[in-house]
T-cell receptor, first 114, second 113 residues
Framework: DGGITQSPKYLFRKEGQNVTLSCEQN?????MYWYRQDPGQGLRLIYY???????QKGDIAEGYSVSREKKESFPLTVTSAQKNPTAFYLC?????????????FGPGTRLTVL | SQELEQSPQSLIVQEGKNLTINCTSS?????LYWYKQKYGEGLIFLMM?????EEKSHEKITAKLDEKKQQSSLHITASQPSHAGIYLC?????????????FGQGTILTVHP
């Protein structure tokens, strides 16, 4: 079955540590996205990638980094510079980054900083 | 930047009742998406609207985009406990052609049996 997978589902991190969230899709989509969700704030865009080896900052990129070395994978690293990393992180993909296209979402990763 | 405002923020209804959730934009909407989310899970796509006056339905859920393309509504007929969750509207960026979505803050729907 085609879809988007995120791992792990729950992640705990100590302050000062970097942590990487995995996102994989087998939908053959060109575009991929990372969102952060906090209670009462909807989703906010962290980074997006329209094509392999290219990515752009979203609205809240500070303290995060990404890579897009393969079409199927778009990992997100939460660095120690991110001051309030505890949140629910959602990865999404769409067939293209151009024009209006439905985005498909993964199940999410809940990150908690201890 | 475009902002999307959803109303109400939360809604509690009795099973069998109809309800409406609204999504209002400060700018013209060029692609309006409705998603549903169960708490702690990913978003499930419901419908996409693009044309002014467009209306789409799926089972008991109907979404509309007004003629001016600045407001969308999601209407649920004869609500059921399975409709409970968080409903989010999202819209395409207006300044460029890439598919970057801006989301509303979400509407939490509770349906009592």
């Amino acid at each position: 079955d085609g879809g988007i997978t995120q791992s792990p589902k729950y992640l705990f991190r100590k302050e000062g540590q970097n942590v990487t969230l995995s996102c994989e899709q087998n939908l053959n989509h060109d575009a991929m996205y990372w969102y952060r969700q906090d209670p009462g704030q909807g989703l906010r865009l962290i980074y997006y990638s329209q094509i392999v080896n290219d990515f752009q900052k979203g609205d809240i990129a500070e303290g995060y980094s990404v890579s897009r070395e393969k079409k199927e994978s778009f990992p997100l690293t939460v660095t120690s510079a991110q001051k309030n990393p505890t949140a629910f992180y959602l990865c999404a993909s769409s067939i293209s980054g151009q024009g209006s296209h439905e985005q498909f979402f993964g199940p999410g990763t809940r990150l908690t900083v201890l | 930047s475009q902002e999307l405002e959803q109303s109400p923020q939360s809604l509690i209804v009795q099973e069998g009742k109809n309800l409406t959730i609204n999504c209002t934009s400060s700018k013209t909407l060029y692609g309006l998406y409705w998603y549903k989310q169960k708490y702690g899970e990913g978003l499930i796509f419901l419908m996409m609207l693009q044309k002014g006056g467009e209306e789409k339905s799926h089972e008991k859920i109907t979404a509309k985009l007004d003629e001016k393309k600045q407001q969308s509504s999601l209407h649920i007929t004869a609500s059921q406990p399975s409709h409970a969750g968080i409903y989010l509207c999202g819209a395409d960026s207006l300044s460029t052609s890439y598919g970057k979505l801006t989301f509303g803050q979400g509407t939490i729907l509770t349906v009592h049996p």
